[in-house]
């Protein structure tokens, strides 16, 4: 029955998944030229599309489907007919009920039949991981409407107010996705605990991972509920988001590729003339696309106008063609593979 639950209830989970990924595809289709700054450290790193950022989060869920197809193949055998530990005298025919409930095969040896729960441990693992992805979403996207960044605003469906500050329009619902994970991280740890110290067959130790399961199930589906609502409610602040893009001299490093593409440096080379151009800008209160040639040229004399091309933001994310670039091609092109294997 155990296994036959958590059968049924991974499946209903991937769709739950597929959903959200579903709605990551349509928002992401909106985006693919929406400029926003890359970030390493939480500091600007390098322009990118918003839609290319929105797709790094499809790949996440794409592998927790995964997870939880795994864990449907694995569990994928009877234990029916095992009886207490030892098997039965009886005249049974366990390829016939195991095929009449839907499993592949009857497990091979009783004794692991009745102390085996790997597979409540691996959907405790898959749904910790997939709370775990949508923490991270939510935590990127109460960052980004902060004040202090102010990238993306929400429906007011999606926000909540102060209990005594009536200027407050705050993120609740993210807040609650982010919170969640400990609950799903704690049922998995419980799961663990349990089982470390049991030896082989059967103890009624084992009777509390049904709660463990049903909760965690329960925790995840109302996550991803919710998750579906927040990023329908999402709104890219379009014009803050390019101006930021444009701070922190993101596009020093596409500077520097260019040295060492057309004029053919070393990378080290081109590295440290980047770094002065940075200082130079910084020094003149300019960002690097607002620099002219003549400023340019005092950091390395050996370039003409095109230069100022690479120093554009929305130039530096169209040059990244290598497959999985953030390039608006690519991120259109990924787009219709996903849309082809989405269920």
């Keep these: 029955d155990f ?3 958590i059968k049924k209830s991974s499946k209903e989970t991937i769709d739950n998944i597929n959903s959200l990924m579903k709605i990551l595809i349509k928002k ?61 005298s009886h005249n049974i025919d366990r390829n016939y009920t195991s095929k009449q409930l839907g499993f592949k ?17 691996d959907f405790l693992y898959a749904s910790a991981l997939c709370a775990m ?40 619902p993210a807040e609650l996705i982010r919170g969640r994970v400990g609950i799903n991280y704690g049922k998995l740890n419980s799961m663990l605990t349990i089982m470390k110290g049991l030896p082989m067959s059967y ?22 509920i919710m998750s579906d609502e927040l990023i329908n409610a999402v709104r890219p602040l379009k014009d803050k988001m390019f101006k930021m893009a444009n701070k922190g001299f993101t596009t020093s490093t596409d500077f520097a590729d260019y040295l060492v593409k057309e004029k053919k440096l070393s990378f080290r080379e081109s590295y440290s003339l980047a770094a002065k151009l940075v200082n ?9 696309d607002q620099l002219s040639l003549v400023d340019v040229k005092k950091i390395y004399k050996h ?10 933001v929305k130039n ?6 290598s497959y999985g670039g953030t390039a608006s091609n690519n991120v259109a092109m990924m787009i219709r593979k996903y849309k082809k294997e989405i269920k």
């Design 316 to 321: 530096a994310i169209n040059a990244k063609k």
């Design 28 to 88: 992401a289709e909106k985006n693919v030229d929406t400029v926003m700054p890359g970030l390493t450290h939480l500091k600007n790193a390098q322009p990118i599309s918003f839609a290319h950022y929105l797709l790094s989060y499809f790949e996440m869920f794409k592998r927790d489907i995964k997870r939880f197809e795994n864990n449907i193949k694995l569990l994928d055998e009877c234990p029916l007919g095992s009886a207490a530990l030892a098997g039965t």
């Design 303 to 312: 370039v003409d106008k095109n230069v100022l091309k690479i120093l554009n």
């Design 203 to 224: 103890f009624k130790d084992l009777q509390d991972d049904k709660a463990l399961v049903f909760d965690s199930y329960d925790t995840l589906k109302d996550t991803l």
């Design 105 to 121: 095969k009857p497990t091979d040896n009783s004794i692991d039949s009745v102390s085996d729960r790997d597979f409540a441990v």
């Design 3 to 5: 296994k036959l639950w």
């Design 133 to 172: 992805h949508l923490s991270r979403l939510a935590e990127d996207f109460i960052i980004f409407n902060s004040n202090a960044f102010n990238l993306i605003s929400f429906d007011d469906s999606m926000l909540t107010g102060s209990s005594i500050m009536p200027q407050k329009k705050n993120p609740d």
């Design 280 to 288: 130079f800008a910084e020094k003149n209160n300019k960002t690097l």
